[in-house]
């Protein structure tokens, strides 16, 4: 506009005009794009694999097997395989080798091996087995945590509470799961709330990291952002992490939703193992290899092999004889070339 004064420049100016007369729609309209979603740089994959993926196999897997499933996964990049567990095997037969897998397994010093330990009694045999880390297991609903760990919400944190202390003493970290955060098999729907209230509870305890379960597999996106949004009303978003199980083709979905809201830690099983004893129903983990595979195209780093996690994937649905649960380990089977028997 040569040297018109300011004061015109600012009075002929598509923007001006458009902003004081509206009812002009020929002017060109600033445009805004839509708001990209702030994703973590650095996701942690926890494997939970050779517990919560082997847990509800029917047919006792060799206690070989799940060392070398473990060896495998730790030759990944995985920062964090959960081994097995430490319950009664009068509740879960397929962890009653639960001492020579620790015992037998090839630990890294990057790679941590925590344990579950659902009691006092489970802890002290864990330590005594070389655990350095454990978990402890809760649930948002009643009637779950009668059916999976036989007693009522307050009588598991009384008892959780005994696991800690001795944990504190010993030096060893704790971490929470809460089953049933979207869902229960006996309840139906659960409340936020009654959520948050679990969660915080295990925390105050002095849990570093509670991971929230989508047990039945029932949650969708929406639901997920709503429990999200009351939990971190009262707990920093640090300290979570997301379970999901992919029953209804959600996990990932849900997984995407988590970490848009914050949550940078992943709990995914191999292959897709897994599902729960407790919950008729629910089908198995979100896969390790599609997790991975999926943040890897968000631009997130995970420092997972993912090539090695597929071919740990193979080894342990040739022990089982069944086909992988992973898209992405089938795609990539697929795209293999046959091999020839001819000559």
Not at 15 to 25: C, I, K, Q, V
């Amino acid at each position: 506009m040569g040297n018109a004064p300011t004061a015109v420049k600012h009075c002929l100016s598509s923007g001006a005009l458009a902003g004081d007369s509206p009812w002009l729609p020929w002017l060109p309209q600033e445009k805004k794009g839509p708001d990209i979603p702030k994703f973590p740089d650095f996701v942690k994959i926890v494997e939970v694999g050779p517990r919560d993926g082997l847990q509800n196999e029917k047919e006792m897997v060799p206690t070989e097997v799940k060392i070398q499933l473990i060896d495998m996964l730790s030759q990944t990049g995985l920062s964090v395989i959960e081994a097995t567990s430490f319950v009664s095997s009068k509740w879960v037969a397929q962890m009653a080798d639960h001492t020579e897998v620790l015992r037998g397994i090839n630990k890294l010093p990057h790679v941590r091996y925590p344990v579950l330990t659902p009691n006092l009694q489970g802890f002290q045999a864990a330590v005594e087995a070389g655990a350095s880390e454990v978990a402890v297991f809760g649930s948002a609903t009643e009637t779950f945590s009668k059916r999976n760990i036989n007693c009522s919400i307050e009588e598991s944190m009384q008892r959780f509470e005994q696991v800690i202390a001795a944990a504190k003493q010993a030096g060893i970290p704790v971490r929470g799961y809460v089953s049933c955060t979207l869902g229960c098999p006996y309840e139906g729907d659960v409340q936020p709330a009654q959520v948050t209230k679990v969660v915080k509870r295990l925390l105050e305890l002095g849990c570093y990291e509670v991971s929230l379960g989508d047990t039945t597999g029932a949650g969708t996106a929406g639901s997920m952002a709503a429990m999200l949004r009351a939990v971190t009303t009262e707990v920093p978003v640090h300290a979570l992490a997301v379970h999901c199980h992919d029953t209804y083709g959600q996990a990932l979905a849900n997984i995407l939703t988590a970490l848009q809201m914050g949550v940078s830690v992943v709990d995914s099983s191999v292959a897709g193992l897994g599902g729960c004893p407790y919950a008729k129903g629910a089908g198995g983990n979100v896969s390790t290899e599609d997790v991975v595979y999926m943040l890897h195209g968000l631009g997130i780093e995970t420092g997972v092999d993912l090539s090695r996690v597929i071919e740990a994937g193979e080894f342990i649905c040739r022990a089982l004889n069944r086909p992988t649960s992973s898209k992405v380990a089938q795609a990539t089977s697929k795209s293999k070339p046959s091999l020839s028997t001819s000559d």
